[in-house]
């Protein structure tokens, strides 16, 4: 048990973790607001399709990046001074993306963009566990869970009203220079508001061979897949081998860094815990599927179906408060319930997103579509709020507490690196089909039946942890 001796609670403590919670929600929301100004983008900056990939797909790659790495440098460095640096790192990026020029300017932009929110993010954790005890803690992480959770079902929305607000071809920037005056008044509080930094003794390798590496294998990984419509031939499937051999580098290179006696950037002796492994990977192939849905369901509301930005973020709407509404009911009954819940939940965005797969074949091209996939994306928002958290709280019940904080960061990573494959294959999916066939409607079935093989993949991994579970019992 943590000792508490000695603890004095600081007066500030919820007004700083207002800020830290208030800049997070910012980082995260930009995951999901972009979405319904992707249209606008790609008519604003010429932007090919792989390009639009990208600005999706770039942000959540550098975000799982970084996320690791970025909590030791807290650890080492003072969480305040981190926080600050990348919260100013995170407005520069931001005023970025607004001013691109170019598609490469804003996914370089956006490349930027998301390593800032990976470095800031673990320090609302750090800020949590420096500054709470006891009930208070827990009180601290609900509210960072409910932030969360909010962050994603607003995203579309907000940016809808953004591009509502401003129907020029400019409109789009607002959606990134936004965060500029947030996140200014968001420094000056913080600068205030968060405790000083004290600054640890240990010096641990932040592991930059073994980023590299992994951030290398990746994009190897993903390139051939985002360019496919730009690049023809059989030449840049070659990609693809040297990515796997990348791959092999970075699990040599991370055993070496830990016979040396440093922690890695993944732990590979948290894969021998069962629970972790395949919750972790449960976690990777269900963020790869539903994250893909709002890039592909954006573009066919707005240039198939001729939707306005608003309109198309509240279309989606129901799928992101069915999810937030089920997140916290999740919560308080996966201790009761198991495995076994995070399966019902797939079951239920699995059914959401073949019923809506039907819809979209029925009424596609008339003007009540969105009203019309309402309650299949509510259905399966409600099964994404029974997957999420209490996946997280399975897949983490079992590793040790000294490494819970490792642990959460690797999930963390698989979720991000997760979002970035998804939105990779299944735009690749959606591309290739609406050029093929002419029809936004085929695209969308397609990339929905896409989306909906990663979600059995995810199945299948919760159907094996819950046999192991019971064998085990």
Same mark, same amino acid.
């Given at each position: 048990?943590?000792?508490?001796?000695?603890?004095?609670?600081?007066?500030?403590?919820?007004?700083?973790?207002?800020?830290?919670?208030?800049?997070?929600?910012?980082?995260?929301?930009?995951?999901?607001?972009?979405?319904?100004?992707?249209?606008?983008?790609?008519?604003?900056?010429?932007?090919?399709?792989?390009?639009?990939?990208?600005?999706?797909?770039?942000?959540?790659?550098?975000?799982?990046?970084?996320?690791?790495?970025?909590?030791?440098?807290?650890?080492?460095?003072?969480?305040?001074?981190?926080?600050?640096?990348?919260?100013?790192?995170?407005?520069?990026?931001?005023?970025?993306?607004?001013?691109?020029?170019?598609?490469?300017?804003?996914?370089?932009?956006?490349?930027?963009?998301?390593?800032?929110?990976?470095?800031?993010?673990?320090?609302?954790?750090?800020?949590?566990?420096?500054?709470?005890?006891?009930?208070?803690?827990?009180?601290?992480?609900?509210?960072?869970?409910?932030?969360?959770?909010?962050?994603?079902?607003?995203?579309?929305?907000?940016?809808?009203?953004?591009?509502?607000?401003?129907?020029?071809?400019?409109?789009? !920037?607002?959606?990134? @220079?936004?965060? &500029?005056?947030? #996140? %200014?008044?968001?420094?000056? /509080?913080?600068?205030? =508001? +968060? *405790?000083?930094?004290?600054?640890?003794? !240990?010096?641990?390798? @932040?592991?930059? &061979?073994?980023? #590299? %590496?992994?951030?290398?294998? /990746?994009?190897?990984? =993903? +390139? *051939?897949?985002?360019?496919?419509?730009?690049?023809?031939?059989? @030449?840049?499937?070659?990609l693809v081998p040297a990515g796997l051999a990348a791959v092999m580098l970075f699990v040599r290179w991370e055993r070496r860094f830990v016979a040396r006696g440093h922690a890695p950037l993944i732990d590979p002796d948290l894969y021998h815990l069962r629970?972790?492994?395949?919750?972790?990977?449960?976690?990777?192939?269900?963020?790869?599927?539903?994250?893909?849905?709002?890039?592909?369901?954006?573009?066919?509301?707005?240039?198939?179906?001729?939707?306005?930005?608003?309109?198309?973020?509240?279309?989606v709407t129901p799928f992101a408060l069915g999810s937030a509404a089920a997140a916290a009911a999740g919560g308080r009954i996966v201790a009761y319930a198991g495995r076994k819940l995070v399966m019902v939940g797939l079951t239920l965005v699995i059914g959401?997103?073949?019923?809506?797969?039907?819809?979209?074949?029925?009424?596609?091209?008339?003007?009540?579509?969105?009203?019309?996939?309402?309650?299949?994306?509510?259905?399966?928002?409600?099964?994404?709020?029974?997957?999420?958290?209490?996946?997280?709280?399975?897949?983490?019940?079992?590793?040790?507490?000294?490494?819970?904080?490792?642990?959460?960061?690797?999930?963390?990573?698989?979720?991000?690196?997760?979002?970035?494959?998804?939105?990779?294959?299944?735009?690749?999916?959606?591309?290739?089909?609406?050029?093929?066939?002419?029809?936004?409607?085929?695209?969308?079935?397609?990339?929905?039946?896409?989306?909906?093989?990663?979600?059995?993949?995810?199945?299948?991994?919760?159907?094996?942890?819950?046999?192991?579970?019971?064998?085990?019992?």
């Amino acid at each position: 048990m943590e000792d508490d001796e000695g603890y004095q609670p600081d007066p500030r403590r919820w007004r700083a973790l207002t800020v830290c919670l208030s800049a997070g929600f910012m980082t995260l929301l930009d995951i999901s607001i972009v979405n319904v100004a992707l249209p606008s983008i790609r008519d604003g900056l010429d932007a090919s399709p792989g390009q639009l990939q990208w600005v999706l797909a770039g942000y959540s790659l550098a975000f799982g990046l970084v996320l690791v790495p970025a909590g030791r440098v807290g650890d080492a460095r003072g969480r305040r001074t981190v926080f600050l640096a990348a919260l100013a790192l995170f407005v520069l990026t931001s005023t970025a993306a607004g001013l691109a020029q170019s598609g490469w300017w804003l996914v370089a932009a956006r490349l930027a963009q998301g390593a800032a929110a990976g470095l800031l993010n673990p320090q609302t954790n750090g800020v949590i566990q420096d500054m709470f005890r006891g009930a208070e803690r827990g009180r601290a992480f609900g509210a960072m869970g409910a932030t969360i959770g909010l962050s994603t079902a607003v995203g579309p929305l907000a940016g809808g009203l953004i591009l509502a607000l401003d129907t020029s071809s400019e409109g789009w !920037r607002w959606v990134f @220079l936004v965060n &500029v005056p947030v #996140g %200014l008044v968001a420094i000056l /509080l913080g600068w205030r =508001l +968060l *405790p000083a930094d004290r600054h640890s003794s !240990r010096r641990e390798s @932040l592991d930059p &061979v073994g980023t #590299g %590496l992994l951030g290398a294998a /990746l994009v190897l990984l =993903l +390139l *051939p897949l985002v360019q496919e419509r730009q690049w023809t031939g059989w @030449l840049p499937w070659l990609l693809v081998p040297a990515g796997l051999a990348a791959v092999m580098l970075f699990v040599r290179w991370e055993r070496r860094f830990v016979a040396r006696g440093h922690a890695p950037l993944i732990d590979p002796d948290l894969y021998h815990l069962r629970s972790f492994r395949l919750g972790s990977l449960l976690a990777a192939a269900y963020f790869a599927g539903f994250t893909s849905l709002f890039f592909v369901l954006a573009l066919f509301l707005q240039v198939g179906e001729d939707y306005s930005p608003l309109m198309s973020g509240l279309a989606v709407t129901p799928f992101a408060l069915g999810s937030a509404a089920a997140a916290a009911a999740g919560g308080r009954i996966v201790a009761y319930a198991g495995r076994k819940l995070v399966m019902v939940g797939l079951t239920l965005v699995i059914g959401g997103l073949i019923v809506t797969d039907v819809v979209v074949a029925i009424v596609g091209g008339e003007s009540y579509i969105g009203w019309a996939m309402a309650v299949p994306l509510l259905v399966a928002g409600i099964g994404s709020g029974l997957v999420i958290a209490p996946n997280r709280t399975l897949t983490l019940a079992d590793v040790p507490v000294q490494r819970g904080g490792v642990a959460s960061g690797v999930l963390q990573v698989g979720q991000r690196v997760g979002s970035s494959v998804g939105i990779a294959c299944v735009g690749a999916v959606f591309f290739h089909v609406q050029s093929r066939a002419g029809s936004w409607a085929d695209g969308v079935t397609w990339s929905l039946w896409a989306a909906i093989g990663f979600l059995a993949v995810a199945f299948a991994l919760g159907v094996a942890d819950w046999r192991g579970r019971a064998a085990a019992a």
